[in-house]
């Protein structure tokens, strides 16, 4: 169980990010092996860091490719629009002594309609290659949300008021006594603690897709995140502390 280490300080790495949801998971199989429940959700959690791998590696051939695509249809768009401006113009001019000057302006509407349209074409084509790439990271955002409530669904289970002293436990059809003192106070410590460390890599694992982009609606979903998973450890720590008037067995 070898410590990953950093060499980056530049940007964030989603190599080395990658490789400390790794040690983590080490480090849950090594001191609380008897909580699949944890484990699998860092696995689940390196899942998604590594298709944020696989897909910066994707990123700039596939961008490239949009890129070159909507320029050639914007030619074709260009080509078209000015073939069909200049067989109305044309059309027009030899006509145009046959022809009232109020019925210039259907010819002049289908002109402007033509250059609008092309316009739209030429604007839609232009913001592809960015919608594409933004459609496909704003997925990973929405991932990595559902999975920090879900590694809080695990901490949530856990109540460490059940090892403080002088509490009362409840009871359930008559006398008997439901303990919740499964656990030791070490592996609650530790249990809460892995749940505190995943919501963080949770965060970092989110602020690799704002390092891939400067996507306004990117970015706030970035940041809702790192929010989210603050709150999320906050509570978590608050229980941990309560474990200090927790007697040790």
């Given at each position: 169980?070898?410590?990953?280490?950093?060499?980056?300080?530049?940007?964030?790495?989603?190599?080395?990010?990658?490789?400390?949801?790794?040690?983590?998971g080490e480090r849950i199989d090594?001191?609380?092996?008897?909580?699949?429940?944890?484990?699998?959700?860092?696995?689940?959690?390196?899942?998604?860091?590594?298709?944020?791998?696989?897909?910066?590696?994707?990123?700039?051939?596939?961008?490239?490719?949009?890129v070159w695509a909507s320029r050639?249809?914007?030619?074709?768009?260009?080509?078209?629009?000015?073939?069909?401006?200049?067989?109305?113009?044309?059309?027009?001019?030899?006509?145009?002594?046959?022809?009232?000057?109020?019925?210039?302006?259907?010819?002049?509407?289908?002109?402007i309609n033509d250059l609008v349209?092309?316009?739209?074409?030429?604007?839609?084509?232009?913001?592809?290659?960015?919608?594409?790439?933004?459609?496909?990271?704003?997925?990973?955002?929405?991932?990595?949300?559902?999975?920090?409530?879900?590694?809080?669904?695990?901490?949530?289970?856990?109540?460490?008021?059940?090892?403080?002293?002088?509490?009362?436990?409840?009871?359930?059809?008559?006398?008997?006594?439901?303990?919740?003192?499964?656990?030791?106070?070490?592996?609650?410590?530790?249990?809460?603690?892995?749940?505190?460390?995943?919501?963080?890599?949770?965060?970092?694992?989110?602020?690799?897709?704002?390092?891939?982009?400067?996507?306004?609606?990117?970015?706030?979903?970035?940041?809702?995140?790192?929010?989210?998973?603050?709150?999320?450890?906050?509570?978590?720590?608050?229980?941990?502390?309560?474990?200090?008037?927790?007697?040790?067995?």
């Amino acid at each position: 169980m070898a410590q990953p280490r950093l060499t980056s300080y530049e940007r964030l790495d989603g190599s080395e990010v990658r490789a400390v949801i790794s040690y983590l998971g080490e480090r849950i199989d090594t001191y609380l092996p008897r909580h699949p429940g944890l484990r699998a959700a860092t696995e689940e959690l390196g899942k998604v860091v590594d298709a944020l791998l696989d897909r910066r590696r994707r990123a700039p051939a596939q961008r490239a490719t949009l890129v070159w695509a909507s320029r050639a249809l914007i030619v074709v768009v260009l080509a078209v629009s000015l073939v069909a401006v200049g067989i109305a113009v044309r059309d027009a001019l030899a006509r145009a002594g046959s022809i009232a000057a109020f019925e210039w302006l259907p010819v002049v509407e289908s002109l402007i309609n033509d250059l609008v349209f092309a316009g739209i074409a030429i604007w839609f084509l232009l913001s592809l290659a960015d919608r594409v790439v933004r459609n496909d990271l704003i997925r990973r955002p929405h991932h990595l949300r559902s999975l920090a409530h879900i590694i809080d669904m695990h901490q949530m289970s856990k109540d460490p008021a059940a090892l403080l002293p002088d509490t009362r436990l409840g009871t359930i059809a008559g006398d008997e006594v439901v303990s919740p003192r499964t656990m030791s106070v070490r592996d609650y410590a530790l249990y809460l603690e892995y749940c505190s460390e995943l919501l963080s890599m949770t965060s970092k694992a989110a602020a690799l897709c704002a390092e891939e982009s400067t996507d306004a609606l990117v970015l706030d979903t970035v940041s809702e995140i790192e929010n989210l998973t603050t709150g999320m450890s906050r509570k978590i720590w608050q229980k941990i502390s309560l474990l200090r008037d927790a007697p040790r067995a």
